[in-house]
């Protein structure tokens, strides 16, 4: 995720942090990198230009230039305008209580991923207690309809559909619908086209009069950087859009329609679609991603990732059997899987303070994770309960069974082992906490 824009950021930011002073020349170098970052990343140019214009003048004032630490205020400085070109502050959807009806009408082009977003946020609006129905009004997409039926069955969310050509009439019937039912936000998925044409403009803004949406949120590829920005000036001019969703957000390693999208429609980014599964959907955070930007991580991203994998009273449980090293290897077993779920290493990794944009997770031995967890998946439950049990013949086996060898389960256990002798003493001094981290950075399971 932003993997380009974020590497020559981080070497800018690295460079002026530690200068002890700085001239206007400096500042003037330092922007012109700056500006050419920008211009690669695809931001928009009146977007760059005013970017560089208002960073040389603030830049320049007394505030930096006779300041303690001059490095870290330009670099400040810097971060509050990235800040600012992503949007500020955090915008949430604007819906009524849920003893009403909210309307969320979505837009974009054929294949901006504009279905499968209306379903991960009635997924997500149906995790925080709403009772979301999706509404199949794209009519014109051969199985348009029965892709959000499928995605609707498979996440348990409901989608109303008619067999009509008539999207307007399916609209206006599915208020009625979910009110019957007891539904509280309506995701109405309308047509798209490969670029945009008089016929589905005219469709949209019937929808748009017939249901009074309260959100009307164009999906836009974020991969395709200033077209994505061009498609939202059009869809609001004609519109009005309330917010964007900026779909492969992971995959879009320049970050231009991200930096441009604002400044130049005025329309916050509400959320970001950061993998195929139907969790990868999460709000803008502009402060966080403006974080990643300047290689600073997202900590706080991170934090919230763990807190949605690791169950309170389950830490707790562990911590204790770490104390009393009654740590077996099916709960290793465990803490392996909870780290695939927080996603893909290399999306961590850019969380981390110091490592964003710095480590490829080629570099990282995430194939040892996985012949671990083929090892372990390998043994009998006796076997995961005891480790002391696995003798020379079960090893055997175990290394038949997981496609690995003798030599790679002998190694496991050693490492196994290794791990309970250190959790124990991690639990009675938390300065081996440092210890700890610095054997995971070295691509083995934490703590060994």
Known sequence: MLEKITNTFSDIVRTIAGKSSITEKNIEEYVEKIKIALLEADVNLR??????????????GE??????????????????????????????????????????????????GKTTSAAKLAHRLQKNGRKPLLVACDLVRPAAVEQLCVLGEKNNIPVYKEDSKDAVKVAKNSLNYAKKNGMDVIIVDTAGRLQIDDAMMKEICDIKKALNPDEVLLVADSMTGQSAV?????FDEQLGLTGVILTKFDSDARGGAA?????????????????????????????????????????????????????????????????????????????????????????????????????????????????????IL??????????????????????????????????LLKQFEKTRLTMKKMTKNKGMQQKLMQQFGGGNFPGM
Do not use: C
């Open 47 to 60: 977007v760059v230009r005013r970017f560089v214009n208002s960073t040389i003048e603030e830049a320049k």
């Open 63 to 112: 505030k930096v230039l006779r300041s303690v630490d001059p490095g870290q205020q330009f670099v400040k400085i810097v971060n509050d305008k990235i800040v600012a070109l992503l949007g500020d502050t955090k915008q949430d959807l604007k819906l009524k209580g849920v003893d009403t009806q909210s309307v969320i009408l979505f837009l974009g082009l054929q294949g901006s």
């Open 378 to 411: 390998s043994m009998t439950k006796k076997e995961r309960a005891n480790h002391l049990i696995i003798g020379p013949s079960r090893r055997k086996r175990i290394a038949k069974g997981s496609g690995t060898s003798v030599a790679e389960v002998n190694r």
């Open 230 to 234: 061009d498609v939202a000036k059009t």
């Open 259 to 375: 930096l441009s999208l604002k400044s130049v429609t005025g329309k916050p980014i509400l959320f970001t679609g950061t993998g195929e599964k139907i969790d990868d959907f999460e709000p803008f955070y502009p402060e966080r991603i403006a974080s990643r930007i300047l290689g600073m991580g997202d900590i706080v991203s991170l934090v919230e990732k763990a807190q949605e994998t690791i169950d309170v009273e389950e830490a707790e449980k562990l911590q204790k059997k770490m104390a009393s090293e009654t740590f077996t290897l099916q709960d290793m077993l465990e803490q392996l899987q909870r780290v695939k779920k927080m996603g893909p290493m290399q999306s961590l990794l850019d969380m981390m303070p110091g490592l964003a944009g710095q480590i490829d997770e080629s570099q990282i031995n995430t194939d040892g994770l996985k012949t671990q967890e083929a090892i």
